[in-house]
C-alpha cells in the first residue's frame, strides 16, 4: 500500500514538475491585433505596420515556413505542368 502511494506522490510531483515547465515555455498574444484587411499586415505598439509573420516570430517562439494551398497554387499556376521532359 506504502509503495502506490510513494509512487502517486512521485507521478504527481512530476505532472505538477512538468505543467510547471510547460507553462514556463508558453508566450501567448492576447488582447485585440490591429490588423489591415487588405495585406494582413499587423499594426505594432509603435504604430508601425509590419508583416504578420514578423510580429509573430518577434512576440512568441513559433515560426513559420511557407508554401501555397491549393487555391493560391491554382490562381498561380492555372495550367498543369508537363512532366515530361523528353
Not at 491585433?33 to 509603435?46: F, S, V, Y
Not at 512576440?59 to 498561380?76: G, N
Request: with cysteine; charged share 30%.
Amino acid at each position: 500500500m506504502q509503495a502506490r502511494t510513494t509512487h502517486s506522490r512521485d507521478l504527481y510531483r512530476s505532472l505538477v514538475n512538468q505543467l510547471r515547465d510547460a507553462m514556463a515555455r508558453i508566450k501567448k498574444l492576447d488582447g485585440m491585433l490591429p490588423i489591415c484587411a487588405g495585406c494582413k499586415k499587423i499594426r505594432n505598439d509603435k504604430g508601425y505596420w509590419q508583416q504578420v509573420e514578423s510580429y509573430i516570430t518577434q512576440h512568441t517562439d513559433a515560426t513559420f515556413s511557407h508554401s501555397l494551398c491549393d487555391e493560391w497554387i491554382k490562381k498561380f499556376y492555372p495550367d498543369p505542368i508537363d512532366q515530361d521532359t523528353d
